[in-house]
């Protein structure tokens, strides 16, 4: 399956150094699947395909691969206990819960925050990249900000 970060990418951009997890706690599966969940409805397919061919690298290294490696990371957070063999495991008390339940929600924060910076940076540059159809990416006409639906 072709993805347009690795796990080891994942592991650099939404992981610090103190936190140690080896990479396998990711799997391309993850990746994958903040791809289709996450970055395709904002590029588009054909934007897309291009991207997995090596086409505008900044865009993928300054935009894409952030906002991705963020995406995984959230998706994969509830997850991490049950994938780390060194991981102390918890007992499901109400403060873990608590915190984990937290810690999603930084992580989900961070992730709308790059992917808005990835639409922000396509829309005004809409010209560079031939294959991005603005009409069809959805933070261009609906966001859930502090639980308000805005509709543009």
């Known amino acids: 399956m072709n993805t347009l970060i690795t796990p080891t ?7 610090s150094r103190d936190e140690l997890y080896n990479t396998s706690v990711i799997t391309n599966l993850d ?5 289709e969940r996450y970055l395709h409805p904002i590029v588009g397919r ?36 049950s994938r780390c063999d060194v991981c102390m495991a918890t007992g499901g008390s109400s403060a873990d819960n608590e915190a984990t339940t937290e810690r999603c929600r930084s992580l989900r924060l961070r992730a709308r925050t790059l992917s808005r910076a990835l639409a922000e940076h396509l829309n005004t540059q809409a010209s560079d990249y031939p294959e991005y159809n603005p009409d069809t990416n959805p933070l261009n006409r609906c966001s859930i900000d502090g639980n308000i639906v805005q509709v543009y």
Do not use: C, H
Request: charged share 15%; proline share 6%; aromatic share 12%.
């Open 9 to 15: 990418d994942v592991m650099q951009l939404a992981f």
């Open 31 to 35: 990746i994958a699947a903040a791809e």
């Open 46 to 81: 054909a934007l897309y395909d291009k991207l997995l061919k090596g086409n505008y690298p900044s865009l993928t290294s300054d935009y894409v691969a952030p906002m991705v490696a963020a995406w995984t990371r959230y998706i994969v957070e509830p997850l991490l206990a």
